[in-house]
């Protein structure tokens, strides 16, 4: 990963991340926590307002700007609620409470305690609130009596009341909202620090096919530059030797004309096969299957290496044991098969036989390419589909092999969904084995 993404690419990445979850948490959280605050405190404000509806029908109340949601039971205004719960307490025209008020207002008496707070008349322009006071919650609302329409005992007479706040005892619903506050932080805290690994450990996850690609990419660049690189050097140094004698003629340098065009083919054919494995990440190559005999095409694909069998004494036979038509893109299994045949015969001496086989078992085409050449090692087996890799570590160029031949002849069986194995031959020799579906 540090060769793709540094560590402060890794940090940036992480942050932004973070702050994605944090600001997705704390809109849902809030909107969680406001939804159910007002839920809760609907039924209290519903008490609070029936109250106030009550003076407001008995036209004892100034037009405060009071937003007062109306009541839709339809009933009698001019009679207290009957399922009134609020309190009332008196204010005189200098906002202090008038204390010992106990006054009698039609069938309900109106419960009054010290609040201890003093009027303050911005409350008079907004909506219910909630005030704390002496260890008590309390859901109030303010309101402004008209002139002498209520008149309070005081202890002494009566006193006209010129404010006064209704209020609803909200204690337990507060404590259940702080409550319901911790568990929701707590259980958003914990939601959160889950997300943030989990999501850290999706982004790795993810990661890890950009980064194989990655170092796919770099291999294949290295290894492309490095084949690249043999070829154009044989033919440079051969041309400028060439130009040091320009009186000989093409007899006298035709062994350096034949290797350099020996290398040229050798550019042709490698640039032509990496070309191939660039498509095989991409959708630029389809698979196009088309119904085929084998019975013809088999015979088609290896009549030229049964004569090149011919020619360096080896022997190259068919046995087709497939009588139905089978679907497959004959161009590309015409490809697969030129590669191992050339890799059989390349890696096989003289008096070593090859034997291409096909059966269907079990609702797939079996073809299997076995030869008694030189064989595999067991380690090389684990490499032999890379890209580049051969089992010659010395560099020798007399087979021509690039290496790109076996990854291209496994990416051919993966797109008809296939599979490709290797094994010993006994008593030596190897066996490729590809399994199609039909």
Same mark, same amino acid.
């Given at each position: 990963m540090?060769?793709l993404?540094?560590?402060k690419?890794?940090?940036?990445?992480?942050s932004t991340?973070?702050? !994605?979850l944090?600001?997705? $948490?704390g809109? /849902?959280?809030?909107?969680? =926590?406001w939804?159910?605050?007002f839920t809760?405190? @609907?039924?209290?404000?519903?008490?609070?307002?029936?109250?106030?509806?009550?003076?407001?029908?008995?036209?004892? *109340?100034?037009?405060? !700007?009071?937003k007062?949601?109306k009541?839709?039971?339809g009933?009698d205004?001019?009679r207290?609620?009957?399922d009134? &719960?609020?309190n009332?307490?008196y204010?005189d025209?200098?906002?202090k409470q008038?204390?010992?008020? @106990? %006054?009698?207002?039609?069938s309900? #008496?109106?419960v009054t305690? &010290?609040?201890?707070?003093?009027?303050?008349?911005?409350?008079?322009?907004?909506?219910?609130?909630t005030i704390?006071? @002496?260890?008590?919650? +309390?859901r109030?609302v303010?309101v402004k $009596?008209?002139?002498?329409?209520v *008149?309070?005992?005081?202890?002494?007479?009566?006193k006209p009341?010129t404010y006064g706040?209704?209020?609803v005892?909200v204690t337990? #619903?507060?404590?259940?909202?702080k409550k319901f506050?911790?568990v929701m932080l707590?259980? =958003?805290?914990?939601?959160?620090?889950?997300?943030?690994?989990?999501?850290?450990?999706?982004?790795?996850?993810?990661?890890?096919?950009?980064?194989?690609?990655?170092?796919?990419?770099q291999? =294949?660049v290295?290894?492309?530059?490095?084949?690249?690189?043999? %070829?154009?050097s044989v033919?440079?140094g051969?041309l400028?030797?060439?130009?040091?004698?320009p009186?000989?003629s093409?007899?006298?340098?035709?062994?350096?004309?034949?290797l350099?065009?020996?290398?040229v083919?050798?550019?042709?054919? +490698?640039?032509n @096969?990496? +070309?191939?494995l660039a498509?095989?990440g991409?959708n630029m190559?389809?698979?196009e299957k088309?119904?085929?005999? /084998?019975?013809?095409?088999?015979?088609?694909?290896m009549?030229p290496?049964?004569?090149m069998g011919?020619?360096?004494?080896?022997?190259?036979?068919?046995k087709n044991?497939v009588?139905? %038509?089978? $679907?497959?893109?004959?161009?590309?299994?015409h490809?697969l098969?030129v590669l191992?045949?050339?890799?059989a015969l390349k890696?096989?001496?003289?008096?070593a036989?090859?034997?291409?086989?096909?059966?269907v078992?079990?609702?797939r085409?079996?073809?299997?390419?076995?030869d008694?050449?030189?064989?595999?090692?067991?380690?090389a087996?684990?490499?032999? =589909?890379?890209?580049?890799y &051969?089992?010659d570590k010395t560099?020798?160029?007399? #087979?021509?092999g #690039?290496?790109?031949g076996?990854?291209?002849a496994e990416?051919?069986?993966?797109a008809?969904n296939?599979?490709?194995t290797?094994?010993?031959?006994?008593?030596h020799?190897?066996?490729?084995?590809?399994s199609?579906?039909l």
């Amino acid at each position: 990963m540090p060769r793709l993404i540094n560590r402060k690419q890794q940090i940036d990445n992480f942050s932004t991340l973070a702050l !994605g979850l944090l600001v997705i $948490f704390g809109f /849902l959280a809030g909107v969680i =926590f406001w939804v159910y605050t007002f839920t809760i405190y @609907n039924s209290s404000d519903r008490v609070i307002n029936q109250y106030v509806e009550y003076y407001q029908q008995n036209n004892w *109340l100034n037009d405060n !700007g009071l937003k007062i949601q109306k009541s839709s039971n339809g009933g009698d205004f001019r009679r207290m609620p009957e399922d009134y &719960r609020g309190n009332f307490v008196y204010f005189d025209d200098k906002g202090k409470q008038i204390e010992n008020a @106990n %006054p009698n207002n039609g069938s309900k #008496t109106v419960v009054t305690r &010290r609040l201890g707070v003093k009027f303050d008349k911005s409350d008079l322009d907004i909506a219910p609130r909630t005030i704390h006071v @002496n260890k008590t919650y +309390l859901r109030v609302v303010a309101v402004k $009596f008209k002139a002498n329409t209520v *008149l309070v005992p005081d202890g002494q007479g009566l006193k006209p009341a010129t404010y006064g706040y209704v209020y609803v005892d909200v204690t337990d #619903t507060v404590l259940n909202l702080k409550k319901f506050q911790d568990v929701m932080l707590w259980s =958003f805290v914990s939601a959160f620090i889950f997300a943030l690994f989990f999501a850290f450990f999706i982004a790795r996850q993810s990661m890890k096919p950009i980064l194989k690609a990655w170092d796919q990419q770099q291999d =294949f660049v290295n290894n492309a530059a490095h084949e690249l690189r043999t %070829p154009m050097s044989v033919i440079q140094g051969k041309l400028e030797t060439m130009l040091t004698k320009p009186a000989d003629s093409i007899r006298d340098q035709s062994e350096a004309i034949i290797l350099s065009l020996s290398e040229v083919r050798r550019l042709n054919s +490698l640039t032509n @096969n990496m +070309l191939t494995l660039a498509k095989t990440g991409s959708n630029m190559t389809t698979i196009e299957k088309e119904k085929t005999d /084998l019975n013809k095409f088999l015979p088609q694909i290896m009549s030229p290496y049964i004569e090149m069998g011919e020619i360096s004494d080896k022997n190259v036979q068919i046995k087709n044991l497939v009588k139905q %038509p089978v $679907f497959l893109d004959q161009k590309r299994i015409h490809q697969l098969l030129v590669l191992l045949m050339d890799n059989a015969l390349k890696y096989s001496d003289e008096g070593a036989s090859v034997l291409v086989t096909a059966v269907v078992e079990k609702r797939r085409l079996i073809l299997s390419v076995a030869d008694t050449g030189r064989g595999i090692s067991a380690d090389a087996k684990k490499h032999i =589909f890379d890209r580049f890799y &051969r089992e010659d570590k010395t560099g020798n160029r007399e #087979t021509g092999g #690039t290496g790109l031949g076996l990854s291209i002849a496994e990416w051919i069986v993966a797109a008809h969904n296939g599979k490709i194995t290797v094994s010993d031959n006994e008593p030596h020799g190897t066996i490729f084995k590809i399994s199609l579906p039909l």
